[in-house]
């Protein structure tokens, strides 16, 4: 397996890395351990979940997961930033919310560090120095080995490594980031940003939510059971009629190069510059396996340049910065 540097780090960690904010939730336990297990198996060194998933469940699982001696060889990643409870100083960037938040994903976790400790989105009425002073002292205590932004503006990324050097403090390594073929606004300003500093992007959502899965038929609504029928703002706000048009023209094309269509479009971004590992979100052992097979396969120039046409770089034709709180541009049409 190609493994890859994480950002300017002296870790590697494979193409691929496994989400879990299915687990806990909607994945039963028992599915969700031995998902991880089966990736672990299969080469996969990195998970990435987030105190927010299932409120917590998803740390719980993965902590389970990884006893019995599995922890020492995981790259292990978590996010703090989301409401906690309703304590309105248990949430954001703060110092106070970092250290009190890092204490309940370790404990979850069942383990004494956490190797990538990520900013779940922005926070613009808070300095980042305070943000990065917190991290910093989480590293210097050996609780926290590396940290990381996610869905961060290119701005916020170059003032935090500024503040990072000009106050000698640890600086972010990597950005996860909203990044599929349906929306490749991040082209435009933190991937160059990315491929300048060296910092390693994660992207989530690399199948559009399924719409680059084949999942959804033109003009039919959502399917009985997908996370669109269920009513979820998040959900209905990305998955668009124009989203779906375009993420299925990929399926001739896929066809054609005997892949499914979820296959093609993790392939594609797995290969696309800055890129250190997009992160895969399985609900079933199925859907493991479909990734799982282009995980060390090649980008074609002939497939990356036939999906130029479809969606042309540094364009979107869904929304997947709508959480971001920061993205002002909205989708016509």
Not at 13 to 28: I, K
Not at 235 to 249: F, L, P, S
Request: aromatic share 6%; glycine share 8%; hydrophobic share 40%.
């Amino acid at each position: 397996m190609d493994y890859r540097l994480l950002g300017r780090t002296g870790i590697r960690v494979s193409p691929f890395c496994l989400g879990t904010m299915n687990f806990g939730g909607p994945t039963p336990e028992d599915e969700s351990i031995r998902i991880i297990h089966k990736t672990l198996d299969q080469g996969i060194n990195f998970l990435d979940t987030a105190d927010m998933y299932n409120k917590g469940e998803s740390e719980r699982v993965v902590g389970k997961a990884l006893s019995g001696g599995r922890r020492d060889r995981v790259i292990l990643a978590t996010k703090f930033h989301n409401p906690q409870s309703e304590d309105i100083n248990d949430r954001g960037n703060s110092r106070r919310h970092i250290l009190r938040a890092v204490e309940t994903s370790l404990r979850r976790l069942n383990t004494e560090w956490i190797d990538l400790y990520q900013a779940h989105r922005p926070v613009f009425d808070v300095p980042q120095d305070e943000t990065l002073r917190a991290l910093d002292d989480l590293v210097r205590q050996g609780k926290v080995r590396y940290i990381g932004s996610s869905t961060f503006p290119a701005w916020m990324l170059m003032e935090a490594l500024a503040i990072s050097e000009r106050q000698n403090l640890v600086r972010f390594v990597t950005e996860q980031c909203p990044y599929n073929l349906l929306d490749r606004r991040v082209e435009n300003e933190v991937v160059p940003l990315a491929l300048r500093y060296n910092i390693g992007l994660l992207p989530w959502s690399p199948l559009a939510m399924g719409m680059l899965a084949g999942r959804y038929p033109a003009g039919e609504g959502f399917p009985q059971g997908s996370r669109g029928a269920r009513g979820l703002p998040i959900y209905v706000d990305r998955i668009n009629e124009r989203g779906i048009q375009y993420g299925n023209q990929i399926i001739p094309l896929a066809q054609k190069h005997g892949l499914t269509p979820s296959q093609l479009a993790l392939l594609w971004v797995k290969e696309q510059p800055a890129v250190t590992a997009p992160i895969l979100g399985p609900r079933s052992e199925a859907q493991l396996d479909d990734a799982l097979a282009v995980m060390s396969m090649p980008l074609e120039a002939e497939i990356s340049a036939a999906l130029d046409q479809i969606v042309p770089p540094g364009s979107a034709v869904a929304d997947f910065h709508n959480t971001s709180g920061w993205m002002k541009m909205k989708l016509l049409g």
